[in-house]
């Protein structure tokens, strides 16, 4: 069974950073690609950023684009995001979520966590 | 990376069909088959119910069904039941390995 465990949450001040993990369990990590997801308090989904299997293809959403860094460790099956110059607009709940294709940077999510709550304020 | 138009919300008796509408452009939904629906029940991790605009993965509901015409990809669930009450969300391959999601369907079942 898929497994997905999001941690590193919590209170953070504006302009500051946190480092979100994910540890993934149950399927051969290094064959997926994965993302981070968010969704803001009573708003929508958006996709935050991606990172194929073999890290070559890294993407981010404009919104997070030069603040934000993806990163995954195939050795300990494990997914990171690096998020520094927090704004207010970046509380959400964030999710780690598994692409649908073996060996492609994907385009859909066949498992997500349960999530983690970042709040960003003074 | 605008974000895909969806109805705010939708609603249907127990036994009735509902479709919902994702709404993009030639540069997202009109420009690959690659659409994908989620659905999201409160405090719960969403779930996939339609990839590739009209496959259904395993263990989702052949009353869950998906289709696509020009830039607008839509959600049918046909004999709705009180447990298809959740939030929808749709989202498109965008190009350059980017993704967009809608803006999320609350579905009402009356």
């Known amino acids: 069974e898929v497994q997905l465990v999001e941690s590193g949450g919590g209170l953070v001040q504006p302009g500051r950073s946190l480092r979100l993990s994910c540890a993934a369990s149950?399927?051969?990590?290094?064959?997926?690609?994965m993302h981070w997801v968010r969704q803001a308090p009573g708003k929508g989904l958006e996709w935050v950023s991606g990172i194929s299997w073999n890290s070559g293809d890294i993407t981010y959403a404009d919104s997070v684009k030069g603040r934000f860094t993806i990163s995954r460790d195939n050795a300990k099956n494990s997914l990171y995001l690096q998020m520094n110059s927090l704004r207010p607009e970046d509380t959400a709940l964030y999710y780690c979520?598994?692409?649908?294709?073996?060996?492609?940077?994907?385009?859909?999510?066949?498992?997500w966590g349960q999530g983690t709550l970042v709040t960003v304020s003074s | 990376q605008s974000a895909l138009t969806q109805p705010a919300s939708v609603s249907g008796s127990p036994g009735q069909s509902i479709t919902i509408s994702c709404t993009g452009t030639i540069t997202d939904v009109g420009g690959y088959n690659l659409v994908s629906w989620y659905q999201s029940h409160p405090g719960k991790a969403p779930k996939l119910v339609i990839y590739d605009v009209t496959k259904r993965p395993s263990g989702i509901s052949n009353r869950f069904s998906g289709s696509k015409s020009v830039n607008t990809a839509s959600l049918t669930i046909s004999g709705l039941q009180a447990e298809d009450e959740a939030d929808y969300f749709c989202c498109s391959y965008a190009g350059y390995s980017t993704l967009v999601f809608g803006g999320g369907t609350k579905l009402t079942v009356l």
């Open positions: 979520a598994k692409d649908g294709r073996r060996l492609s940077f994907g385009d859909y999510f066949d498992s």
């Open positions: 149950g399927f051969s990590f290094d064959d997926y690609g």
